[in-house]
């Protein structure tokens, strides 16, 4: 098929992205799709901001060079239709990723979509929630400034490299207010951490090989040798002990070893939301 190779039994195949906004969720959903086709290789093309004719026409000319297939948000109901009109001249199939779920949007609510481009990232109170919780999160990483944990919605804890930092950034762009301590052998918990009664606290573990791999990466990154930072039985014995700790105080744990942040944040996000539930019944 015109557009497409194979190559070692996976499939290589062009993408072409075309947003009237950021195409953020454009390319989320775009990549959400390809990776249910584990041989599906995408080569991914973004054309973001198309809010003009001249843009789309730029845009199409590179989709005529690379054919695949065009995924759009396209709110713009005139540009819309010339996309999948010259699309469909040339055999290629375009397709509007949000029209299902704006369709059964549209007949829930029984009135008609908006027809403001981006009209998703207006500045309203959630906006600047999120950019709250980001600057509360960067100053709260790491430990820093631990009088001010009592304002932490959620307060992650684990050993060095548990995707603690990562973790909380997402959270944060979630707009929740997050912080976290890692955990140093031989050292206890902060006192105020005990003394958190509205802050959810997670405990975050991993397997002792996947966290020897990445400190092994980031050692080699800072051109530094190996130390018991690397050693395997000192990970294990780190990774016991978190447990150890987690459990007698009853936080919640997540395992990384196999999830992504996002899955990561996910999981966290509902066990806050449970923890939120219990704490209205109190």
Request: with cysteine.
């Given at each position: 098929?015109?557009?497409?190779?194979?190559?070692?039994?996976?499939?290589?195949?062009?993408?072409?992205?075309?947003?009237?906004?950021?195409?953020?969720?454009?390319?989320?959903?775009?990549?959400?799709?390809?990776?249910?086709?584990?041989?599906?290789?995408?080569?991914?093309?973004?054309?973001?901001?198309?809010?003009?004719?001249?843009?789309?026409?730029?845009?199409?000319?590179?989709?005529?060079?690379?054919?695949?297939?065009?995924?759009?948000?396209?709110?713009?109901?005139?540009?819309?239709?010339?996309?999948?009109?010259?699309?469909?001249?040339?055999?290629?199939?375009?397709?509007?990723?949000?029209?299902p779920a704006l369709a059964s949007?549209?007949?829930?609510?029984?009135?008609?979509?908006?027809?403001?481009?981006?009209?998703?990232?207006?500045?309203?109170?959630?906006?600047?929630?999120?950019?709250?919780?980001?600057?509360?999160?960067?100053?709260?990483?790491?430990?820093?400034?631990?009088?001010?944990?009592?304002?932490?919605?959620?307060?992650?804890?684990?050993?060095?490299?548990?995707?603690?930092?990562?973790?909380?950034?997402?959270?944060?762009?979630?707009?929740?207010?997050?912080?976290?301590?890692?955990?140093?052998?031989?050292?206890?918990?902060?006192?105020?951490?005990?003394?958190?009664?509205?802050?959810?606290?997670?405990?975050?573990?991993?397997?002792?090989?996947?966290?020897?791999?990445?400190?092994?990466?980031?050692?080699?990154?800072?051109?530094?040798?190996?130390?018991?930072?690397?050693?395997?039985?000192?990970?294990?014995?780190?990774?016991?002990?978190?447990?150890?700790?987690?459990?007698?105080?009853?936080?919640?744990?997540?395992?990384?070893?196999?999830?992504?942040?996002?899955?990561?944040?996910a999981r966290i996000i509902n066990?806050?939301?449970?923890?939120?539930?219990?704490?209205?019944?109190?």
């Amino acid at each position: 098929m015109k557009g497409i190779l194979q190559k070692n039994r996976a499939i290589y195949f062009h993408v072409h992205l075309v947003s009237d906004s950021t195409g953020e969720t454009l390319v989320t959903m775009s990549r959400a799709s390809c990776a249910q086709f584990p041989q599906g290789k995408p080569i991914e093309h973004l054309y973001a901001l198309v809010r003009s004719q001249t843009q789309l026409e730029k845009a199409l000319g590179l989709i005529k060079d690379y054919p695949g297939i065009v995924f759009h948000t396209l709110v713009n109901h005139e540009r819309r239709l010339y996309l999948e009109q010259k699309c469909a001249e040339i055999n290629m199939p375009a397709v509007s990723i949000l029209d299902p779920a704006l369709a059964s949007l549209g007949r829930y609510l029984g009135v008609a979509m908006s027809s403001e481009v981006g009209a998703q990232r207006t500045m309203n109170e959630q906006y600047f929630s999120r950019i709250g919780a980001l600057d509360y999160t960067m100053a709260h990483d790491d430990g820093q400034n631990q009088e001010g944990l009592h304002q932490a919605e959620i307060l992650l804890l684990g050993i060095s490299r548990t995707s603690k930092t990562p973790t909380c950034i997402y959270l944060a762009n979630r707009g929740y207010k997050s912080a976290n301590i890692p955990l140093i052998s031989g050292t206890d918990l902060p006192p105020i951490v005990k003394k958190l009664k509205h802050t959810l606290i997670v405990g975050l573990i991993s397997s002792p090989d996947r966290i020897v791999e990445i400190r092994r990466q980031r050692l080699s990154s800072l051109g530094q040798g190996q130390t018991d930072y690397v050693d395997k039985d000192s990970v294990r014995d780190e990774m016991m002990a978190a447990k150890r700790m987690f459990t007698k105080n009853g936080f919640p744990i997540v395992d990384v070893s196999r999830r992504s942040i996002e899955e990561t944040a996910a999981r966290i996000i509902n066990i806050y939301q449970d923890f939120q539930d219990r704490q209205k019944k109190l």
